[in-house]
């Protein structure tokens, strides 16, 4: 990294460098006390970094929350063979982890008040993403893959029942058939920054693309206790019952993702999500 730096923006490789957070797709360095390196782990989050470069300047004027809009884009040199980026860093923890606690209420009021400023209709050109942008429907086999895998583990109480009949709530809705909007695409606590417990900042845009908001109301149940749902509902401006069903479905999915793939990778907090929103719906179903 540090060689990379000398390569190519020499004015900042005098700073410390220490390495910071990494995700599933994503690594980051600590560049010195406001900026980090933003390297993906693997060949498939390249177009996730083309993604954040191309559709962040796009969005962040118009949204109340910070957001880690690219101020340097690197390029492939050498032993390194993918690009990467130079953003904003922010300081807080992620909201589900973060103390002093996030307040549920005041939590739903900004998180809707963000969505409602981020699902403004998409351009045509505004990337499709395989796993966001389609329909619930889409995931049909998908899902019952998951559900049969987490059945042949053993999985027990109600957690299959549970996310089953949330998924088929969000099957049965009407479909999205408004223009299609931008979307977070993984809205997920881990990428909500939260600061002395009041949430900041939005990270990790890679999955930015159009949609149907949905996909991103899904955050209610991964994000709030359902006794706070009314609160987000009322800040995004009102939710129609066919996308909140529609987000049910999206959370169901995501979450049984979660609760699958989430052991073998090693990442605790998200499988303890994938859990907390298990039982948020059956609170709701």
Not at 165 to 185: C, D, M, N, S, Y
Request: with cysteine.
């Amino acid at each position: 990294m540090r060689r990379l730096l000398r390569a190519q923006l020499p004015t900042l490789a005098g700073r410390p460098l220490v390495p910071g957070p990494t995700g599933w797709d994503n690594a980051h360095w600590l560049l010195g006390g406001d900026l980090a390196v933003r390297l993906p782990r693997r060949r498939s989050a390249v177009g996730l970094v083309a993604n954040e470069v191309a559709c962040l300047p796009q969005v962040a004027g118009r949204l109340p929350l910070d957001v880690p809009v690219p101020l340097h884009v690197g390029e492939p040199d050498g032993d390194w063979p993918w690009p990467w980026t130079v953003i904003p860093w922010f300081d807080g923890e992620r909201s589900d982890l973060a103390y002093p606690p996030v307040d549920a209420e005041v939590h739903a009021v900004a998180l809707g008040t963000f969505l409602a400023a981020l699902h403004e209709p998409a351009p045509d050109d505004a990337p499709h993403n395989p796993y966001r942008s389609t329909p619930l429907a889409d995931r049909a086999a998908r899902t019952a893959e998951g559900l049969a895998a987490l059945a042949e583990r053993g999985t027990a109480d109600a957690t299959l029942p549970v996310l089953a009949a949330a998924w088929e709530r969000g099957l049965a809705a009407p479909v999205h058939t408004g223009p299609l909007t931008w979307i977070h695409g993984d809205l997920h606590p881990g990428n909500q920054l939260a600061d002395d417990g009041v949430l900041v900042a939005v990270v990790d845009w890679g999955d930015v693309a159009a949609g149907d908001p949905a996909a991103d109301l899904a955050t209610a149940w991964w994000s709030l206790p359902v006794a706070a749902h009314p609160t987000f509902r009322e800040a995004y401006g009102g939710v129609d019952d066919a996308a909140w069903d529609r987000g049910m479905g999206w959370a169901a999915a995501i979450a049984l993702y979660l609760l699958k793939e989430g052991p073998t990778v090693g990442d605790p907090a998200l499988v303890a999500m994938g859990r907390r929103t298990v039982v948020r719906l059956r609170t709701a179903l």
